[in-house]
Structure formats: structure tokens, C-alpha cells
């Protein structure tokens, strides 16, 4: 089946305690990006990555990295964690020349 | 890419037809109008997309006017499934951001 898998689905974390969050999808597309969703503020871009070894900044980079070392998989890594990225986060994947893009289920973090 | 503007909230009959307006009065030639939705907190689903002729697929059909500057998506017999929030989105088919703008979008109640 094709799709996107996010883990995990659910963390609770401590302030400062570095953590990944992997993605990965299995329909060999070039075009992967993190969001984040926060109530009143909607769905924002963090980081996209157009294909291998390229990634760039979305509107909400700054406390996140990632990394495309391969083509099917795109962490989303906080390495210092705060309350205010608490957040639920989304991973989505696309092909260069088509329209829709598909969405993992989704990881609700909680930073304490 | 163009701004588009969404009522808040619609309830549709079960069976009935949902019409979900979207207006895009500020959309270019070459951007595509494209319609998502999220059921509560999951990742939103494609659902459909269309440049200026009118598209229909298993699961919509997408209504463009003849000006572009707004569309209708319909949902031939809405059920309690549908029950989610509908985002309109306007923009180039191939972005060099893959960045897609997400709104407030419409919650659309489906009702028994």
C-alpha cells in the first residue's frame, strides 16, 4: 500500500532532550516536507526537501533540522526541544510532476 | 500563489449533495486550484485538483467558473464520513517549494 509512516504516533518529552521523528514513504517520490498544525494557526511548512542531499527552510524552520540522505526517508530531528514545539506534526510526500501529495497520520508532540 | 477565501463551518443531509464554495478572485493562468480535506486530526487527503475545465472523480467533482476567480467542490452524496474541514488551495503545479498554503478552510458538518 502506498503511504507515508510517521513514528511515533505519540510523544511526551522533557525540555532540552534531543528526539527524531522519522518519515518515510514508500512511492519513490522526489518531494517530502514536515508541518506543523497548531490550533488558530493552521497547517505551517517547517522544511521540504525537492529530492536527495536537497532541503530547504519552510516558513517555521528555526528549532528543527532534517536531513534527505535517501530518497524515502526525511527525519524531522529537534535537538533541543521546547514547551513551544509542542505541536502535532505531519510529514507529506509527493511526486515531482503530480498534484496530490500524501500525508502520514500524523505525530502529537508534547514537550514538558 | 493566490489568496482564497472559504466559509467557516456548512452542515450538509446525509445523502444529500455538499457544495463547498471557494473563492480565488486573485488566481494567475498558471495555478491550479486544489481541494483537501482532514477528518479531526489525521493527515489531510488529496481529493482532487483542476486548472479551468471541470474535474470528477470517485470521490468529487470540482466546478470551476468560466473566470477562474472561484470553484465548487461537490460531494454528490455526502455521509457522516465527510464530516471534516475542506481546505481550498491555489497554486503552481510545480512549485520550487512544494508548499502548499493551508487556510482556516470549511468545516462542513454532515448531519443524520
Known amino acids: 500500500e502506498a503511504q507515508v509512516t510517521q513514528n511515533p504516533r505519540y510523544l511526551i518529552t522533557v525540555t532540552g532532550k534531543k528526539l527524531t521523528v522519522t518519515c518515510s514513504q514508500n512511492?519513490?517520490?522526489?518531494?517530502m516536507s514536515w508541518y506543523r498544525q497548531d490550533p488558530g494557526l493552521g497547517l505551517r511548512q517547517i522544511y521540504y526537501?525537492?529530492?536527495?542531499?536537497?532541503?530547504d527552510k519552510g516558513d517555521v524552520p528555526e528549532g528543527y533540522k532534517v536531513s534527505r540522505k535517501e530518497k524515502r526517508n526525511f527525519p524531522l530531528i529537534l535537538e533541543s526541544p521546547s514547551p513551544n514545539q509542542t505541536s502535532l506534526y505531519f510529514c507529506?510526500?509527493?511526486?515531482?510532476?503530480?498534484?496530490?501529495?500524501?500525508f502520514g497520520s500524523g505525530t502529537r508532540l508534547t514537550v514538558v | 500563489d493566490a489568496k482564497t477565501t472559504q466559509p467557516p463551518s456548512m452542515d450538509c443531509a446525509e445523502g444529500r449533495a455538499a457544495n463547498l464554495p471557494c473563492n480565488h478572485s486573485?488566481?494567475?493562468?498558471?495555478?491550479?486550484v486544489y481541494w483537501y480535506r482532514q477528518i479531526h486530526s489525521q493527515g489531510p487527503q488529496y481529493i482532487i485538483h483542476?486548472?479551468?475545465n471541470n474535474e470528477t472523480n470517485e470521490m468529487a467533482s470540482l466546478i470551476i467558473t468560466e473566470d477562474r476567480k472561484s470553484s465548487t467542490l461537490i460531494l454528490p452524496h455526502a455521509t457522516l464520513r465527510d464530516t471534516a474541514v475542506y481546505y481550498c488551495?491555489?497554486?503552481?503545479?510545480?512549485?520550487?517549494?512544494?508548499?502548499?498554503?493551508f487556510g482556516q478552510g470549511t468545516t462542513l458538518q454532515v448531519k443524520p
Open positions: 488551495i491555489v497554486r503552481v503545479r510545480t512549485s520550487n517549494t512544494g508548499k502548499l498554503i
Open positions: 507529506a510526500s509527493s511526486s515531482a510532476g503530480e498534484a496530490g501529495y500524501t
Open positions: 486573485t488566481i494567475s493562468g498558471n495555478e491550479y
Open positions: 512511492m519513490n517520490h522526489e518531494y
Open positions: 483542476g486548472l479551468k
Open positions: 526537501s525537492m529530492n536527495v542531499e536537497v532541503t
